[in-house]
């Protein structure tokens, strides 16, 4: 379990710096990171970093198809964690 809250931690941190980038490159009209990209971050744990950024950066905050997506890693990730909690 310290093992998947250390991943959780660095793919968060991860995930919250190219959230971050990504706003910057779409502020300054560049090539963006794809949201593929972004969902394949969030899926290898950076769930946590994206929600984060998602509310404090406020990037990719208004489009509801990616809200979803972002949930349903999320709500994987947390069942996940309390299934191997539990067994």
């Known amino acids: 379990m310290t093992r998947y809250l250390a991943i959780l931690l660095v ?13 910057r490159r779409a502020a300054r009209a560049e090539r963006r990171i794809p949201e593929r ?15 984060a950024a998602m509310l404090l950066v406020r990037h990719k905050n208004r489009k509801v198809s990616y809200w979803l997506v972002t949930a349903m890693i999320a709500a994987a990730h947390l069942a996940g964690a309390i299934w191997l909690l539990l067994r």
Do not use: C
């Open 11 to 23: 793919m968060g941190l991860v995930t919250f710096a190219a959230f971050w980038l990504d706003k």
């Open 37 to 51: 990209t972004l969902h394949t971050l969030e899926l290898l744990g950076g769930w946590g970093g994206a929600i």
